[in-house]
């Protein structure tokens, strides 16, 4: 069980859309990173990965922390007419097949000793449900836990009153 971060996942993601050959497109955390590219010429190409939750909670043993990270990342297709309800329908369950072959390559990943992922995936964690962001996007929400070795290690350069708290 390795460490991880924000900025690892956010990069593990974006690496993973460069490398496959079913999505076209890839947002970061922010809100407004999806509406500016959107409001781009030729705005997003679909399929997205778009990532929208990071949250770090704690669990494990006192000598033994463990950061549980919540991950959050939505299949999107966009431009669907706001009438079809069938092409609505049918982006969602594509968007829920590509879900699954990402999950599989987490699977794969945090299977892998050489990966920052390595034994952290937790299968039972996930969890997918179809998203309407708009009238015209989408696809599939997907949540999943990470769980890392995270030290909570204190740093006495870090604190002025450590010796009086210590002593």
């Given at each position: 069980m390795k460490e991880n971060s924000y900025i690892?996942?956010?990069?593990?993601?974006?690496?993973?859309?460069?490398?496959?050959n079913f999505l076209n497109?890839?947002?970061?955390?922010?809100?407004?990173?999806?509406?500016?590219?959107?409001?781009?010429?030729?705005?997003?190409?679909?399929?997205?990965?778009?990532?929208?939750?990071?949250?770090?909670?704690?669990?494990?043993p006192e000598q033994n922390s463990i950061a549980v990270r919540k991950i959050g990342f939505a299949i999107m297709f966009n431009k669907i007419p706001a009438g079809d309800f069938q092409a609505?329908?049918?982006?969602?369950?594509?968007?829920?097949?590509?879900a699954f072959k990402v999950l599989s390559r987490i699977w794969i990943d945090s299977h892998n000793?050489?990966?920052?992922?390595?034994?952290?995936?937790?299968?039972?964690?996930v969890e997918i449900k179809?998203?309407?962001?708009?009238?015209?996007?989408?696809?599939?929400?997907?949540?999943f836990n990470l769980k890392n070795k995270q030290l909570l290690k204190?740093?006495?350069?870090d604190w002025k009153d450590l010796d009086h708290i210590c002593s």
């Open positions: 690892q996942v956010k990069d593990y993601f974006e690496n993973l859309v460069l490398q496959s497109d890839f947002v970061g955390f922010f809100e407004r990173e999806w509406r500016s590219k959107q409001a781009k010429i030729g705005g997003l190409k679909t399929p997205v990965l778009a990532l929208f939750k990071y949250d770090v909670g704690f669990d494990g609505q329908y049918n982006a969602i369950y594509e968007a829920e097949k590509l000793h050489e990966h920052f992922l390595y034994n952290s995936f937790l299968k039972d964690s179809p998203v309407e962001l708009s009238l015209s996007d989408f696809g599939v929400d997907v949540i204190v740093d006495t350069a």
